[in-house]
């Protein structure tokens, strides 16, 4: 069975094939063992307005979701979820990254 659906080189072919946005931010995570910006960014090569941005963060910090205070038996799970201040930082910090990209002319 596949992992992904399309896989990740039916989507490079449909990128290379149908991309053709004027401009195109990829975010990439320092801790994302699963990453394939390298690849994106072979696929636009030569296309305009493409621009790489290193974050700090994991595959899921774009679904961090926002957590209240967590209670004290729960604060020894922290470091194995993305729960903690860390990861509500990157994800607050890839969230301004976009709205920034976007509000740019």
């Not at 063992?33 to 960014?41: R, T």
């Not at 307005?49 to 910090?61: E, I, P």
């Amino acid at each position: 069975a596949e992992e992904f659906s399309p896989t990740p080189a039916q989507t490079r072919t449909a990128v290379s094939q149908l991309y053709r946005a004027d401009r195109t931010l990829v975010l990439q995570f320092d801790d994302d063992s699963i990453d394939e910006s390298p690849e994106l960014l072979r696929v636009l090569e030569g296309r305009r307005g493409v621009r790489l941005q290193l974050l700090s963060g994991t595959h899921v910090t774009p679904l961090t979701p926002r957590m209240p205070e967590m209670a004290a038996e729960l604060a020894g799970l922290e470091a194995g979820l993305p729960l903690g201040d860390a990861a509500q930082r990157d994800f607050a910090d890839a969230t301004q990254l976009i709205i920034d990209f976007l509000r740019e002319k």
